[in-house]
Every structure is written in structure tokens, then in C-alpha cells.
């Protein structure tokens, strides 16, 4: 299981936000690019990024500053935020992304997103965000009517690979993830799931390694390590 870094960014600077919520944010650095350096130096195999401007203006905004992430690290990294169109996620993967992160698009435009990944294959990654039993997008501002587990079936369907899923309720807030919710999401679905939201604790890390589901492929982690609640090499080592 892989333990997966958060490096989210408003206005080039490194940010958690609670619950989804633009008006709770906290800076933790003005570098980004250090951000990334020390979590591969501290055994980070994977990183994830977000441009959180992106994700609310429905176009990248961080380009960039994510691109000189990239080249600046040897491990690879999955960009989400405000990828709408076939040409942006050309765009970073030609850079060496490794894989490319949507949300909105998935849900808006069924047709269009399927050509994205009848192209792009598995570099396709669909992150379903929830609040409650609804599915968010639009950088988490906007509810929609479906429901989480139709549309992580719905994906597989289409023949993506891979889905980050967050339950919006507890991300950003240090309580903990719903393991039971997870769990369901697991035994419905055959393919790789990353989880998100919540994490607090090497305990934590506990609970989900021993759910012993071969399709959890890792577990994406923010404000507990910016906030020193989690030690990166102390998760990667419980993560195995």
C-alpha cells in the first residue's frame, strides 16, 4: 500500500483546506518544489498534486510551477485540478506526469470522457469526491445527484483503472477515515482504489493495511504530515 503525499497549491503556495472548504485554508510553505524534494527524500514513491485554482476555475492555473514539480523529483506524480480537455492532459503527461487526475469531466460529459480514455488509457484517474451520499465536482463546490457508488461502478464500466475516492465530511479535519465506507467501496469494484480523507495517524495507516484488500493501492496523506501528526517513514514502513 502506498502512502501518497498531498502537495495541494493555491497561488503557488503549498495549502490544506477543511472539508473541501476555500475559506479554510492554511499555508504550510511558499515552496513547492522543496515541498516534493523532502518527501521523495524521506521515501515518498508517489505524489499527488492538485491545482486547487485549477479545480475552482475549471482550467490550470499552476501549470508551470507543476511542471517544474515533475522534473524536479525522480518519482512520479499524478496532477489533478481543473483538467477538463484532451490537450491539458497531453500536456502534463508529454511533461512526465505519470498519470492525470479528473473529476468534473467524468461527470459533466460521459461521451467526451470516454474518448479521454479510449487515449489516454490508464493515465486516466477518476477522483470521486463526496459529501454525505452525493458526488461534488467542480472543485468540490458544486453537489451533484449521484451517488458515489453508481458512479465508481460507472467507471469501472468505462475502463478506468484506477479512482481516488474522498469523503469531503472528514478531509482536512484529523478525524480519522470511514473505513466501513471504504470497505464498501472496495468489495464493490475490481479495480485499484487510492483513499483519501481523514488520515490522522500512524493508527491509521493500521486500520487501512488491514483491510487486506489487494485493490487498496494506497492511501493519499496531507494534513497530518504537514502538521507533524504522521511521520512519512514511520506510514511507509506500516504501509509495507
Not at 8 to 17: H, M, S, T
Not at 46 to 69: E, P, Q, R, S, T
Not at 205 to 234: C, M, P, R, S
Amino acid at each position: 500500500m502506498l502512502i501518497i503525499p498531498a502537495i495541494d497549491i493555491i497561488e503557488e503556495k503549498v495549502v490544506r483546506l477543511e472539508q473541501g472548504d476555500f475559506n479554510k485554508e492554511k499555508v504550510y510553505s511558499n515552496e513547492p518544489i522543496e515541498v516534493a524534494k523532502s518527501w521523495e527524500k524521506k521515501g515518498a514513491k508517489f505524489l499527488h498534486i492538485v491545482d486547487l485554482d485549477g479545480a475552482k476555475a475549471g482550467k490550470i492555473k499552476n501549470a508551470k510551477l507543476i511542471v517544474k514539480i515533475i522534473e524536479a523529483v525522480k518519482i512520479p506524480c499524478e496532477i489533478g485540478g481543473g483538467l477538463r480537455d484532451a490537450s491539458d492532459i497531453a500536456y502534463f503527461l508529454k511533461k512526465g506526469a505519470a498519470r492525470a487526475v479528473l473529476g468534473t469531466r467524468a461527470f459533466e460529459d460521459t461521451e467526451y470522457f470516454e474518448k479521454l480514455v479510449f487515449k489516454f488509457k490508464e493515465r486516466i484517474v477518476v477522483s470521486v469526491d463526496f459529501s454525505g451520499n452525493k458526488v461534488v465536482k467542480k472543485g468540490w463546490q458544486e453537489k451533484t445527484d449521484l451517488e458515489p457508488m453508481d458512479v465508481i461502478r460507472k467507471m469501472q464500466k468505462i475502463g478506468i483503472k484506477t479512482i481516488v475516492v474522498t469523503d469531503i465530511s472528514v478531509d482536512g479535519t484529523l478525524m480519522g477515515p470511514k473505513i466501513e465506507r471504504l470497505k464498501e467501496i472496495l468489495s464493490t469494484v475490481d479495480i485499484s482504489v487510492i483513499a483519501s480523507g481523514g488520515i490522522a495517524s500512524l493508527e491509521d495507516i493500521k486500520k487501512l493495511k488491514e483491510i487486506k484488500n489487494k485493490n487498496l493501492e494506497g492511501v493519499i496523506i496531507g494534513k497530518a504530515l504537514y502538521e507533524g501528526k504522521i511521520d512519512l517513514q514511520e506510514a511507509i514502513k506500516i504501509a509495507g
